[in-house]
């Protein structure tokens, strides 16, 4: 079911926020190959439960890459490595310890739904592919 070369984002399918962040990635996406799964979908649970991992936190960042599921400021930051530059620029954030990283990012997550009211992510035919149910 899983590739070891998937690249996948795993992100809240009722959170504007989120859904702004899958639109961001599809236009900067440099590679073409990252895919999305919402982490309400059956693919994601079940993925999950492959992996070993615990059943997903809906304010929580996922991005498997390699294999190796990455979450909050350290998905955030692996996925930089297949953006388009300028936005690449984030991979700085590389030098601050995890901790400082991670409150930043639960900072943002814990306003996320005041941050962007409902938006829905709506891909062109082509970037429909990429979404796995």
Same mark, same amino acid.
């Given at each position: %079911? %899983?590739?070891?070369?998937?690249?996948?984002?795993?992100?809240? !399918?009722?959170?504007? /926020?989120?859904?702004? +962040?899958?639109?961001?990635?599809?236009?900067?996406? =440099?590679?073409?190959? +990252?895919?999305?799964?919402?982490?309400?979908?059956?693919?994601?649970?079940? @993925?999950?439960?492959? @992996?070993?991992?615990?059943?997903?936190? @809906? $304010?929580?960042?996922?991005?498997?890459?390699? !294999?190796? %599921?990455?979450?909050?400021?350290? &998905? &955030?930051? *692996?996925?930089?490595?297949? @953006?388009?530059?300028? #936005?690449?620029?984030?991979?700085?954030?590389?030098?601050?310890? *995890?901790?400082?990283?991670? &409150?930043?990012?639960?900072?943002?997550?814990? =306003? *996320?739904? =005041?941050? $962007?009211? $409902?938006?829905? &992510?709506?891909?062109?035919?082509?970037? #429909? $592919?990429? /979404?796995?149910?």
């Amino acid at each position: %079911m %899983m590739n070891s070369k998937d690249k996948i984002v795993f992100y809240d !399918g009722d959170c504007g /926020f989120c859904n702004r +962040i899958v639109t961001y990635v599809l236009k900067n996406d =440099r590679t073409k190959q +990252i895919k999305f799964a919402t982490i309400q979908s059956d693919y994601t649970s079940f @993925l999950f439960k492959e @992996l070993g991992l615990e059943k997903p936190d @809906l $304010s929580t960042f996922y991005f498997l890459d390699k !294999g190796k %599921m990455n979450i909050k400021s350290t &998905a &955030a930051l *692996r996925l930089g490595y297949y @953006l388009k530059f300028p #936005q690449s620029i984030v991979q700085v954030f590389w030098i601050l310890p *995890r901790f400082v990283r991670d &409150a930043g990012y639960d900072f943002i997550a814990k =306003r *996320r739904k =005041r941050l $962007s009211r $409902s938006y829905c &992510a709506v891909p062109t035919r082509e970037e #429909q $592919s990429r /979404f796995i149910n």
